[in-house]
């Protein structure tokens, strides 16, 4: 199966197909970099979290961010209530590393904006560089205010030329984010391996306005749904 995450990122993938008894062909197409600003912009809007209702946190990688500015503003003690925060899915959940108010299950920001109350304030949505803004507009549309900060970014990467031809080879590929089947259809255009799977309904859609022909798209945005998915097409076929 190749696998089309970032380097820092693709061991637990790496680790959970090898435990299924799958060969892991690695071909990492993004990298997550620090914002064109170095960050300036977020830290400075994350030193002021005491001003917001509530925190919305849509990946790992941008509660990775978030999380030392919650650690720094509980043990301040500075202010009587803190925001509450809400996460697109258990493991963007488990790494903000304190107590999540909302969390959407399955893992998918739709399902997110469905459940998000309605209220009036103002609301920190912390996204990639490449998120659209649907799910702030649907936070917009139940009353709230929404400010949008830029926690890092995705940046493509060309693969070398050895690393293509294996890839192609292989019978799966696993497309773990939009930006992953962008990136992919950068390097290759529409030629894939036998069988391609998307980790949920936003990845999906990218996959196919790009005219890559999906196998399965995965119910939930985690690792264990999009190997599950995978499975199923291998055992099917």
Not at 2 to 25: D, F, I, K, P
Not at 114 to 127: D, I, K, M, N, Y
Not at 177 to 184: H, I, L, Q, T, V
């Amino acid at each position: 199966m190749v696998v089309t995450r970032s380097a820092a990122q693709n061991a637990s993938l790496r680790t959970l197909l090898e435990a299924r008894g799958a060969v892991v062909v690695e071909v990492p197409l993004i990298t997550i970099a620090e914002p064109e600003d170095e960050g300036r912009e977020r830290d400075a809007v994350l030193q002021r979290l005491h001003e917001f209702a509530w925190i919305v946190v849509t990946s790992p990688n941008g509660a990775e961010r978030l999380a030392p500015f919650i650690d720094a503003g509980h043990a301040a003690g500075d202010h009587e209530s803190f925001p509450l925060v809400a996460a697109v899915g258990s493991a963007t959940a488990n790494t903000v590393g304190s107590p999540v108010a909302l969390v959407a299950e399955p893992a998918r920001a739709d399902v997110l904006a469905e459940v998000f109350p309605a209220g009036s304030g103002r609301v920190l949505v912390v996204q990639g560089s490449l998120a659209d803004e649907a799910l702030s507009r649907a936070i917009e549309d139940k009353g709230w205010e929404v400010v949008r900060v830029v926690a890092y970014r995705t940046l493509h990467l060309r693969p070398a030329r050895e690393a293509m031809l294996p890839a192609l080879a292989a019978d799966v590929l696993l497309l773990a984010s939009g930006s992953a089947a962008s990136a992919w259809f950068d390097a290759f255009g529409a030629s894939t391996p036998p069988f391609v799977v998307a980790i949920g309904p936003s990845t999906a859609k990218v996959a196919r306005d790009l005219g890559l022909v999906l196998s399965a798209v995965a119910e939930e945005q985690t690792l264990e749904s999009l190997i599950g998915a995978a499975e199923r097409v291998v055992d099917t076929h």
